[in-house]
């Protein structure tokens, strides 16, 4: 496989989960993908800004953020966030630590 089709197929497979993360599983909570994963949207919108910092190209945190969750993230949680657990949150301290650490 070419470099370019190479690029096309890993953009289309990014744009679908962009898509899916969106649209389709919009119940599927930050704190859950952090919790199993160690990203959730939020890094999803910081790798995104990061890349485009890297091309000289600025992007508000606000902006890079409406790129997963497609609208503002006050509307998000307004719309779809839920009330974490305690066990959630204690899980999240140890998650966003180990995966993140200071560049929340």
Known sequence: MDDQ????LEAAAFR???Q???EDRTDVQNIDMMNLTGFCRNCLSRWYQE???EKG???SKDDARETFYGMTMAEWKANY???ASDAQKAE???A???NVGDKG
């Open 5 to 8: 089709t190479r690029i096309e």
């Open 16 to 18: 679908r989960l962009r």
């Open 20 to 22: 899916h993360l969106m």
């Open 51 to 53: 890349a485009a910092a």
């Open 57 to 59: 190209i600025e992007i």
């Open 81 to 83: 966030q839920t009330e």
């Open 92 to 94: 999240f301290k140890d």
């Open 96 to 98: 966003f630590a180990q």
